[in-house]
């Protein structure tokens, strides 16, 4: 069966939180891409760099993962991800970028009434069978946030918003005891769908009631209506209006991003462009958005403290695309990003920071 998932200390968890470093950081500008920041539900902390590394066999991630690739037959998974990892058998796997930007793995156990959520951002990860990393990856910031979910029907409702709205891109399977009249026999086969009308605000819980909000968009819901020529943003108009606050938003950029044409330039939502762990104690190990595919954001000016990790990017590119984001709310997490963030706000006037 499925057990709630682990802590590096093997302790049962609600939920884990990872942030892998980019290579050639730190100090000596010699980290390897297998460090990580680390969080979970057990503590009221926020960050702190793992004492094992990535690949190690014990890490939340390895121990996750450990749980799907086994022999247990009473276990069943999902594997999506909008760049599909190559096999020995399919070096150059052909990518749909009509699917959506999302990337995951949903894993259940029908017999035992349980299952876990892990919402990530690294291509080409993780093959079927596999917990290895690919090379060229390691070079960037990435997250990982995994949830125990509460039951089976849990895990049911999140098959039907990854379909409809995510739009993933399923590249393996393993639907053990799953009824082909199941949303997640109708996710695991990649069935077609009827397009929904708007986005989707799902709530779940995990194993001890611990609530995420899954906020997510079909692309055909962002995407530009003639004579337009720009969609909507998933951050400033969806994420942002849903949860009434302003964001900073940590993402991949590659080309233009929605803050580079809001020609009224208001503050709510914020692009961040480097990344600065000093005041969490780890000076040194500084990074700018160009080594950071991860993609995150914290609100500002309000009294919650909430966390979005999500499979969207603040590019042009990303309202032709699915996707979405998990919500929750952590202080400890929630200070620990908020400072060692380095928003366009704070570039825009400190004269020490260097704009190149």
């Known amino acids: ?35 990580f920041l680390y969080c979970d539900s057990t503590s009221d902390k926020g960050l702190s760099l793992s004492e094992i590394s990535l690949d190690h066999k014990e890490s939340a991630l390895a121990l996750t993962l450990d749980q799907i690739f086994s ?3 009473d276990v069943g998974y999902v594997l999506w991800n909008d760049e599909i990892p190559p096999t020995s058998t399919l070096l150059k796997p052909k990518n749909n970028n009509s699917k959506g930007h999302s990337k995951g793995v949903l894993a259940f156990s029908k ?15 993780p093959a079927e069978g596999t917990k290895e990393l690919p090379e060229d990856e390691k070079g960037f ?17 999140i098959a039907t918003v990854l379909r409809m709205q995510n739009e993933i891109q399923v590249y393996a399977s393993r639907l053990t005891g799953v009824k082909s ?28 009631g611990f609530k995420f909000t899954h906020i997510s968009k079909n692309k055909h819901w962002s995407e530009p209506v003639k004579p337009d020529k720009i969609g909507k ?42 990344v600065d762990l000093g005041k969490i104690g780890l000076n040194g190990y500084t990074w700018a958005y160009s080594k950071d ?25 990303q309202c032709k695309r ?7 709310k952590h202080k400890g997490l929630w200070q620990s990003l908020n400072a060692i963030e380095i928003s366009e706000k704070i570039l825009e006037t400190n004269p020490h920071i260097d704009k190149s």
Request: charged fraction near 25%; aromatic fraction near 12%; charge should be negative.
């Open 233 to 274: 943003d998933f951050w400033k108009d969806l994420v942002g209006p849903t949860l009434k606050c302003d964001l900073n938003v940590e993402t991949w950029r590659r080309g233009k991003v929605f803050g580079d044409i809001d020609p009224d330039k208001k503050d709510d939502t914020k692009d961040d462009v480097d």
């Open 71 to 73: 022999n247990n037959k």
């Open 1 to 35: 069966m499925i057990s709630p998932i682990s802590n590096q200390n093997k302790k049962a968890v609600d939920w884990w939180f990872m942030y892998k470093l980019p290579m050639d950081i730190g100090p000596q500008k010699n980290s390897t891409g297998f460090e």
């Open 293 to 317: 595919h991860a993609k995150w954001g914290i609100s500002v000016k309000t009294d919650h403290d909430l966390i979005v990790v999500a499979d969207l990017n603040r590019q042009l590119s």
């Open 181 to 208: 009249t199941e949303p997640l026999f109708n996710l695991g086969q990649n069935q077609k769908f009827e397009i929904p009308l708007s986005p989707s605000i799902l709530n779940i819980e995990t194993t001890n």
């Open 141 to 157: 910031g990435q997250t990982y946030l995994c949830t125990a979910l509460k039951n089976y029907d849990e895990v049911n409702k």
């Open 111 to 125: 017999k035992y009434n349980c299952g876990f959520y892990l919402f990530h951002s690294t291509p080409r990860f």
């Open 322 to 328: 699915g996707g979405g984001g998990l919500v929750f």
